[in-house]
Protein backbone atom coordinates (compact mmCIF):
# COMPACT_ATOMS: atom_id res chain seq x y z
CA UNK A 1 0.00 0.00 0.00
CA UNK A 2 1.42 3.70 -1.08
CA UNK A 3 2.26 6.11 1.61
CA UNK A 4 -0.55 8.12 1.22
CA UNK A 5 -2.72 5.05 1.29
CA UNK A 6 -1.37 4.06 4.44
CA UNK A 7 -1.63 7.73 6.06
CA UNK A 8 -5.18 7.76 4.93
CA UNK A 9 -6.68 4.29 6.01
CA UNK A 10 -4.53 5.32 9.88
CA UNK A 11 -6.30 8.65 10.00
CA UNK A 12 -9.70 7.26 9.39
CA UNK A 13 -9.41 4.16 11.75
CA UNK A 14 -8.38 6.85 14.16
CA UNK A 15 -11.35 9.42 13.58
CA UNK A 16 -15.22 9.49 15.31
CA UNK A 17 -17.57 10.79 12.87
CA UNK A 18 -19.11 13.16 15.90
CA UNK A 19 -16.58 15.65 14.71
CA UNK A 20 -15.71 17.76 11.31
CA UNK A 21 -12.73 16.10 9.49
CA UNK A 22 -8.83 16.94 10.19
CA UNK A 23 -7.35 19.69 7.89
CA UNK A 24 -5.54 17.00 5.57
CA UNK A 25 -9.27 15.54 4.55
CA UNK A 26 -9.92 18.56 2.89
CA UNK A 27 -6.58 20.27 1.64
CA UNK A 28 -4.12 17.55 0.86
CA UNK A 29 -3.31 16.78 -2.75
CA UNK A 30 -2.16 13.18 -2.11
CA UNK A 31 -5.45 12.34 -0.28
CA UNK A 32 -7.66 13.95 -3.21
CA UNK A 33 -5.65 11.48 -5.25
CA UNK A 34 -6.49 8.55 -3.21
CA UNK A 35 -10.05 9.60 -3.23
CA UNK A 36 -10.32 10.12 -6.89
CA UNK A 37 -9.23 6.63 -7.01
CA UNK A 38 -10.93 4.89 -4.15
CA UNK A 39 -14.24 6.72 -4.70
CA UNK A 40 -14.45 9.00 -7.93
CA UNK A 41 -12.98 6.39 -10.18
CA UNK A 42 -15.12 3.31 -8.47
CA UNK A 43 -18.46 4.45 -7.63
CA UNK A 44 -22.09 5.31 -9.13
CA UNK A 45 -21.79 8.60 -10.63
CA UNK A 46 -24.74 10.59 -11.66
CA UNK A 47 -24.36 12.70 -15.37
CA UNK A 48 -27.21 13.60 -16.95
CA UNK A 49 -30.82 12.97 -17.47
CA UNK A 50 -32.43 10.72 -19.96
CA UNK A 51 -33.78 13.48 -21.51
CA UNK A 52 -31.20 15.27 -22.54
CA UNK A 53 -30.30 12.52 -24.67
CA UNK A 54 -33.33 11.75 -26.17
CA UNK A 55 -32.95 10.97 -29.75
CA UNK A 56 -30.21 8.53 -31.57
CA UNK A 57 -26.88 10.32 -31.91
CA UNK A 58 -28.00 13.15 -28.80
CA UNK A 59 -24.81 13.29 -27.07
CA UNK A 60 -22.95 15.12 -23.47
CA UNK A 61 -19.84 15.36 -22.29
CA UNK A 62 -18.18 15.87 -18.98
CA UNK A 63 -14.81 15.28 -17.00
CA UNK A 64 -14.06 12.98 -14.32
CA UNK A 65 -10.94 13.45 -12.46
CA UNK A 66 -8.31 12.70 -15.55
CA UNK A 67 -11.16 10.80 -17.63
CA UNK A 68 -13.02 12.55 -20.31
CA UNK A 69 -16.47 10.80 -20.81
CA UNK A 70 -18.61 10.80 -23.34
CA UNK A 71 -22.01 9.78 -22.84
CA UNK A 72 -24.58 8.59 -26.24
CA UNK A 73 -28.06 7.11 -27.30
CA UNK A 74 -27.07 5.06 -30.28
CA UNK A 75 -29.29 3.51 -32.92
CA UNK A 76 -31.00 1.13 -30.88
CA UNK A 77 -32.19 3.50 -28.24
CA UNK A 78 -30.12 2.80 -25.84
CA UNK A 79 -27.69 5.42 -23.78
CA UNK A 80 -23.90 4.18 -23.36
CA UNK A 81 -20.97 6.37 -22.35
CA UNK A 82 -17.55 5.76 -23.61
CA UNK A 83 -13.76 7.43 -22.53
CA UNK A 84 -14.25 10.63 -24.78
CA UNK A 85 -9.97 10.16 -26.18
CA UNK A 86 -9.63 8.70 -30.07
CA UNK A 87 -8.57 5.22 -30.28
CA UNK A 88 -5.52 6.77 -32.50
CA UNK A 89 -3.78 9.50 -30.94
CA UNK A 90 -5.92 9.87 -28.03
CA UNK A 91 -7.45 13.31 -29.01
CA UNK A 92 -10.84 14.33 -27.53
CA UNK A 93 -13.09 13.09 -29.52
CA UNK A 94 -16.24 15.13 -28.67
CA UNK A 95 -15.60 19.11 -27.34
CA UNK A 96 -18.66 20.29 -26.78
CA UNK A 97 -21.27 19.83 -23.74
CA UNK A 98 -24.46 18.79 -25.38
CA UNK A 99 -24.69 17.75 -28.95
CA UNK A 100 -26.30 15.63 -31.88
CA UNK A 101 -24.10 13.39 -34.49
CA UNK A 102 -24.81 10.27 -36.63
CA UNK A 103 -21.65 9.28 -36.24
CA UNK A 104 -18.40 10.09 -33.92
CA UNK A 105 -15.74 11.61 -35.71
CA UNK A 106 -12.23 12.23 -34.22
CA UNK A 107 -11.63 15.97 -35.54
CA UNK A 108 -8.05 15.10 -35.26
CA UNK A 109 -7.44 13.17 -38.10
CA UNK A 110 -10.80 11.82 -38.58
CA UNK A 111 -11.44 8.64 -37.27
CA UNK A 112 -14.55 7.38 -37.44
CA UNK A 113 -16.87 5.81 -34.42
CA UNK A 114 -20.43 4.08 -34.73
CA UNK A 115 -22.50 5.00 -31.82
CA UNK A 116 -22.10 1.72 -30.06
CA UNK A 117 -18.27 2.46 -30.42
CA UNK A 118 -17.05 0.05 -33.23
CA UNK A 119 -14.39 2.47 -35.33
CA UNK A 120 -15.74 2.10 -38.71
CA UNK A 121 -13.14 4.63 -40.47
CA UNK A 122 -9.38 5.41 -40.66
CA UNK A 123 -7.96 6.55 -43.07
CA UNK A 124 -4.38 5.07 -44.93
CA UNK A 125 -3.76 2.81 -42.04
CA UNK A 126 -2.60 0.29 -44.06
CA UNK A 127 -3.74 -3.30 -44.92
CA UNK A 128 -2.51 -4.94 -41.32
CA UNK A 129 -4.61 -2.86 -39.69
CA UNK A 130 -7.42 -4.14 -37.64
CA UNK A 131 -10.21 -1.67 -37.15
CA UNK A 132 -12.14 -4.15 -34.64
CA UNK A 133 -9.32 -3.50 -32.51
CA UNK A 134 -9.70 0.16 -32.16
CA UNK A 135 -13.24 0.68 -30.67
CA UNK A 136 -13.85 3.65 -28.41
CA UNK A 137 -13.14 2.10 -24.44
CA UNK A 138 -17.15 1.81 -23.38
CA UNK A 139 -18.04 2.91 -19.21
CA UNK A 140 -20.40 1.15 -17.80
CA UNK A 141 -23.59 2.84 -18.15
CA UNK A 142 -27.36 2.43 -16.22
CA UNK A 143 -30.43 4.56 -15.65
CA UNK A 144 -33.09 4.77 -13.23
CA UNK A 145 -36.02 6.92 -13.01
CA UNK A 146 -34.49 9.04 -16.16
CA UNK A 147 -30.92 9.82 -14.37
CA UNK A 148 -28.15 8.42 -16.16
CA UNK A 149 -25.14 6.59 -14.00
CA UNK A 150 -21.54 6.17 -15.20
CA UNK A 151 -19.03 3.74 -13.67
CA UNK A 152 -15.33 4.01 -14.07
CA UNK A 153 -14.01 1.30 -12.36
CA UNK A 154 -13.29 -1.86 -14.28
CA UNK A 155 -15.64 -3.71 -12.08
CA UNK A 156 -19.03 -1.84 -11.23
CA UNK A 157 -20.43 -1.95 -7.67
CA UNK A 158 -24.06 -3.27 -7.54
CA UNK A 159 -26.25 -0.78 -9.01
CA UNK A 160 -30.07 -3.09 -8.84
CA UNK A 161 -30.13 -2.21 -5.11
CA UNK A 162 -30.24 1.79 -5.99
CA UNK A 163 -32.55 0.71 -8.88
CA UNK A 164 -34.81 -0.79 -6.86
CA UNK A 165 -35.21 1.86 -3.96
CA UNK A 166 -35.86 4.92 -5.74
CA UNK A 167 -37.45 3.41 -8.93
CA UNK A 168 -40.78 3.61 -7.49
CA UNK A 169 -40.50 6.93 -5.91
CA UNK A 170 -39.67 8.35 -9.03
CA UNK A 171 -41.73 6.55 -11.53
CA UNK A 172 -44.79 8.76 -11.26
CA UNK A 173 -42.70 11.56 -12.26
CA UNK A 174 -41.75 10.65 -15.41
CA UNK A 175 -38.81 12.48 -15.46
CA UNK A 176 -37.48 10.18 -18.75
CA UNK A 177 -40.12 12.39 -20.99
CA UNK A 178 -39.15 16.24 -19.41
CA UNK A 179 -37.15 18.89 -20.66
CA UNK A 180 -34.08 20.56 -19.00
CA UNK A 181 -35.33 24.24 -19.33
CA UNK A 182 -32.19 25.52 -17.58
CA UNK A 183 -28.60 24.51 -16.80
CA UNK A 184 -25.75 26.36 -14.63
CA UNK A 185 -22.28 25.16 -13.86
CA UNK A 186 -20.47 26.98 -11.05
CA UNK A 187 -17.13 26.19 -9.41
CA UNK A 188 -17.01 26.40 -5.99
CA UNK A 189 -13.09 26.89 -4.63
CA UNK A 190 -14.31 24.50 -2.05
CA UNK A 191 -13.26 20.45 -1.02
CA UNK A 192 -16.24 18.25 -2.35
CA UNK A 193 -16.40 17.14 1.17
CA UNK A 194 -17.25 20.87 2.81
CA UNK A 195 -19.93 21.22 -0.30
CA UNK A 196 -21.92 17.83 0.81
CA UNK A 197 -21.61 19.20 4.39
CA UNK A 198 -23.32 22.57 3.69
CA UNK A 199 -25.88 20.41 1.60
CA UNK A 200 -26.72 17.86 4.45
CA UNK A 201 -27.71 20.58 7.09
CA UNK A 202 -29.64 23.52 7.21
CA UNK A 203 -28.17 24.65 10.29
CA UNK A 204 -27.05 27.64 8.21
CA UNK A 205 -30.12 28.13 5.80
CA UNK A 206 -32.14 30.80 8.08
CA UNK A 207 -29.37 32.98 8.29
CA UNK A 208 -28.28 32.32 4.85
CA UNK A 209 -30.38 31.66 2.63
CA UNK A 210 -33.21 34.26 2.61
CA UNK A 211 -35.44 32.88 -0.59
CA UNK A 212 -34.70 29.21 -0.20
CA UNK A 213 -35.72 29.72 3.71
CA UNK A 214 -39.06 30.95 2.71
CA UNK A 215 -40.30 27.49 1.29
CA UNK A 216 -38.33 24.77 2.43
CA UNK A 217 -38.00 23.39 5.98
CA UNK A 218 -34.83 24.26 8.11
CA UNK A 219 -36.36 21.84 10.67
CA UNK A 220 -34.88 18.60 11.15
CA UNK A 221 -37.30 16.71 11.72
CA UNK A 222 -38.68 17.40 8.76
CA UNK A 223 -36.17 17.76 6.37
CA UNK A 224 -33.20 15.69 8.49
CA UNK A 225 -32.57 12.17 8.35
CA UNK A 226 -35.12 11.05 10.98
CA UNK A 227 -37.92 13.00 9.49
CA UNK A 228 -41.25 12.80 11.96
CA UNK A 229 -42.94 15.37 12.05
CA UNK A 230 -46.53 15.02 12.78
CA UNK A 231 -47.11 17.15 9.49
CA UNK A 232 -44.55 14.69 7.96
CA UNK A 233 -46.35 11.43 8.97
CA UNK A 234 -49.60 13.07 7.66
CA UNK A 235 -48.72 14.12 4.14
CA UNK A 236 -46.70 11.01 4.31
CA UNK A 237 -49.77 8.82 4.52
CA UNK A 238 -51.86 10.81 1.82
CA UNK A 239 -49.12 11.09 -0.68
CA UNK A 240 -49.09 7.46 -0.15
CA UNK A 241 -52.60 6.47 -1.13
CA UNK A 242 -52.19 8.76 -4.15
CA UNK A 243 -49.43 6.58 -5.33
CA UNK A 244 -46.66 8.43 -4.10
CA UNK A 245 -44.14 6.75 -2.29
CA UNK A 246 -42.88 9.09 0.30
CA UNK A 247 -40.99 7.57 3.32
CA UNK A 248 -37.49 8.12 4.36
CA UNK A 249 -35.55 5.25 3.36
CA UNK A 250 -31.79 5.23 3.67
CA UNK A 251 -29.54 2.30 1.39
CA UNK A 252 -28.08 -0.01 3.49
CA UNK A 253 -24.42 0.94 3.25
CA UNK A 254 -25.91 4.87 3.51
CA UNK A 255 -24.79 5.93 0.24
CA UNK A 256 -28.32 6.98 -1.09
CA UNK A 257 -31.54 8.39 0.43
CA UNK A 258 -34.91 9.07 -0.83
CA UNK A 259 -38.10 10.62 1.08
CA UNK A 260 -40.52 13.09 0.50
CA UNK A 261 -40.84 15.83 2.44
CA UNK A 262 -43.85 18.94 3.40
CA UNK A 263 -42.36 22.04 2.06
CA UNK A 264 -43.20 25.67 4.44
CA UNK A 265 -46.59 26.41 5.03
CA UNK A 266 -48.71 26.20 1.90
CA UNK A 267 -45.79 26.17 -0.26
CA UNK A 268 -46.28 23.83 -3.29
CA UNK A 269 -42.47 24.81 -5.23
CA UNK A 270 -39.18 26.43 -4.38
CA UNK A 271 -40.46 30.06 -5.97
CA UNK A 272 -40.22 33.15 -3.67
CA UNK A 273 -44.20 33.17 -3.14
CA UNK A 274 -43.96 29.60 -2.92
CA UNK A 275 -46.61 29.00 -5.54
CA UNK A 276 -45.71 27.03 -8.56
CA UNK A 277 -43.01 28.32 -10.81
CA UNK A 278 -44.65 26.41 -13.99
CA UNK A 279 -48.42 26.46 -14.62
CA UNK A 280 -48.21 22.68 -16.22
CA UNK A 281 -47.07 19.80 -14.14
CA UNK A 282 -44.06 18.11 -14.39
CA UNK A 283 -46.18 15.07 -14.79
CA UNK A 284 -49.35 13.91 -16.30
CA UNK A 285 -49.92 11.52 -14.17
CA UNK A 286 -48.71 13.66 -10.47
CA UNK A 287 -51.40 16.25 -10.41
CA UNK A 288 -52.47 16.95 -6.88
CA UNK A 289 -51.81 20.18 -6.08
CA UNK A 290 -49.09 19.32 -3.42
CA UNK A 291 -47.09 16.87 -3.72
CA UNK A 292 -43.77 18.32 -1.36
CA UNK A 293 -40.55 17.85 -2.70
CA UNK A 294 -38.88 14.23 -3.31
CA UNK A 295 -35.18 14.43 -2.18
CA UNK A 296 -32.70 12.23 -3.43
CA UNK A 297 -29.62 11.94 -3.03
CA UNK A 298 -26.41 9.41 -3.75
CA UNK A 299 -22.80 10.25 -2.94
CA UNK A 300 -20.76 11.43 -3.77
CA UNK A 301 -22.06 12.86 -6.88
CA UNK A 302 -25.77 13.92 -6.62
CA UNK A 303 -28.61 15.66 -4.62
CA UNK A 304 -32.06 15.97 -6.05
CA UNK A 305 -35.57 17.74 -5.33
CA UNK A 306 -38.85 16.50 -7.42
CA UNK A 307 -41.74 18.67 -7.50
CA UNK A 308 -44.74 18.63 -8.61
CA UNK A 309 -43.96 21.40 -11.29
CA UNK A 310 -40.56 20.97 -12.34
CA UNK A 311 -37.45 19.12 -10.82
CA UNK A 312 -34.10 20.13 -9.97
CA UNK A 313 -30.90 18.35 -10.23
CA UNK A 314 -27.45 18.85 -8.84
CA UNK A 315 -24.33 16.91 -10.33
CA UNK A 316 -21.09 16.99 -7.81
CA UNK A 317 -17.94 16.56 -9.77
CA UNK A 318 -14.55 17.26 -7.81
CA UNK A 319 -11.68 19.42 -9.62
CA UNK A 320 -9.35 19.26 -7.22
CA UNK A 321 -8.47 19.62 -3.00
CA UNK A 322 -10.02 22.31 -2.87
CA UNK A 323 -12.35 22.74 -6.10
CA UNK A 324 -15.70 21.71 -6.96
CA UNK A 325 -17.83 21.86 -9.86
CA UNK A 326 -21.57 22.23 -9.26
CA UNK A 327 -23.93 21.61 -12.22
CA UNK A 328 -27.83 22.41 -11.71
CA UNK A 329 -30.60 21.61 -14.08
CA UNK A 330 -34.12 22.82 -14.44
CA UNK A 331 -36.46 19.87 -15.76
CA UNK A 332 -40.09 20.47 -16.56
CA UNK A 333 -42.88 18.84 -18.87
CA UNK A 334 -41.64 18.72 -22.12
CA UNK A 335 -44.69 20.76 -23.50
CA UNK A 336 -44.08 23.81 -21.25
CA UNK A 337 -43.30 26.71 -22.66
CA UNK A 338 -41.36 29.64 -21.59
CA UNK A 339 -42.98 32.33 -21.51
CA UNK A 340 -46.69 31.09 -21.94
CA UNK A 341 -45.72 28.08 -18.68
CA UNK A 342 -43.52 29.32 -17.04
CA UNK A 343 -41.22 32.68 -16.51
CA UNK A 344 -37.80 31.64 -16.53
CA UNK A 345 -36.63 34.01 -13.82
CA UNK A 346 -39.01 32.73 -11.60
CA UNK A 347 -38.21 29.34 -12.05
CA UNK A 348 -34.65 29.69 -11.36
CA UNK A 349 -33.91 32.22 -9.11
CA UNK A 350 -34.24 30.37 -5.80
CA UNK A 351 -31.73 27.93 -6.36
CA UNK A 352 -29.60 30.24 -8.46
CA UNK A 353 -29.14 32.59 -5.15
CA UNK A 354 -29.05 29.35 -2.90
CA UNK A 355 -26.49 27.95 -5.06
CA UNK A 356 -24.57 31.11 -5.16
CA UNK A 357 -24.97 32.21 -1.44
CA UNK A 358 -23.71 28.04 -0.41
CA UNK A 359 -20.88 28.79 -3.03
CA UNK A 360 -20.14 31.47 -1.04
CA UNK A 361 -20.50 29.47 2.70
CA UNK A 362 -18.29 26.45 1.31
CA UNK A 363 -15.19 28.76 0.07
CA UNK A 364 -15.16 30.61 3.37
CA UNK A 365 -15.20 27.47 5.30
CA UNK A 366 -12.06 26.13 3.17
CA UNK A 367 -9.91 29.43 3.83
CA UNK A 368 -10.53 28.48 7.42
CA UNK A 369 -9.74 25.07 7.38
CA UNK A 370 -7.02 25.92 5.34
CA UNK A 371 -5.57 27.89 8.85
CA UNK A 372 -2.81 25.51 10.35
CA UNK A 373 -4.73 26.36 13.88
CA UNK A 374 -8.31 24.77 12.37
CA UNK A 375 -9.13 22.05 14.66
CA UNK A 376 -12.34 19.78 14.52
CA UNK A 377 -15.13 20.38 16.83
CA UNK A 378 -18.35 18.54 17.38
CA UNK A 379 -21.08 18.53 14.86
CA UNK A 380 -24.82 20.02 16.54
CA UNK A 381 -26.38 16.38 17.36
CA UNK A 382 -29.96 18.21 16.35
CA UNK A 383 -29.06 20.38 13.15
CA UNK A 384 -26.14 18.17 12.17
CA UNK A 385 -27.21 15.07 11.99
CA UNK A 386 -27.42 14.32 8.50
CA UNK A 387 -23.76 15.55 8.40
CA UNK A 388 -22.38 12.92 10.79
CA UNK A 389 -24.54 10.50 8.04
CA UNK A 390 -22.20 11.59 5.33
CA UNK A 391 -18.88 11.67 7.10
CA UNK A 392 -19.96 8.27 8.75
CA UNK A 393 -20.43 6.77 5.08
CA UNK A 394 -17.58 8.90 4.05
CA UNK A 395 -15.39 7.09 6.35
CA UNK A 396 -16.87 3.30 6.28
CA UNK A 397 -16.75 3.44 2.23
CA UNK A 398 -13.35 4.77 2.41
CA UNK A 399 -11.80 2.23 4.81
CA UNK A 400 -13.26 -0.54 2.82
CA UNK A 401 -12.09 0.46 -0.63
CA UNK A 402 -9.13 1.04 1.39
CA UNK A 403 -8.41 -2.93 2.80
CA UNK A 404 -10.45 -4.84 -0.23
S1 LIG B 1 -6.25 11.28 -32.72
FE1 LIG B 1 -8.22 10.77 -33.42
S2 LIG B 1 -7.99 10.46 -35.50
FE2 LIG B 1 -5.99 10.88 -34.86
FE1 LIG C 1 -27.14 25.95 1.89
Known sequence: MTDARQSMLSRLWAYRPTTALARDFYTSAADYQVELE????????FVGHDCEVAHTGDYLTLQVGEYPILV??????????FHNSCRHRGSRICSAEHGTT??????YHQWSYRLNGEL?????MGEDFQRERYGLRPVHCARVGGYIWICLGAVAPDFDAFARQVEPYLRPHHLQDARVAFESTIVEQANWKLVWENNRECYHCAVNHPELARTFPATPTVSGPAAQSARMQAEGARWE?????????????G????MRMPLLGAAVSYTMDGKPAVRR??????????????LMFNFPSTWNHVLGDHAISFRVLPLGATATQLTTKWLVHKDAVEGVDYDLRNLTEV????????RRVCQENQLGVNSPIYEPAPYSPVHEAGVMQFVDWYRNHLIGRLTS
Open 102 to 107: PRLVCP
Open 38 to 45: HIWYRDWL
Open 72 to 81: VRDRDGEVRA
Open 281 to 294: ALSDAVTDSNVGAL
Open 255 to 258: QARI
Open 351 to 358: WLATNDED
Open 241 to 253: SLGLPSRYQLSAN
Open 120 to 124: IAARD
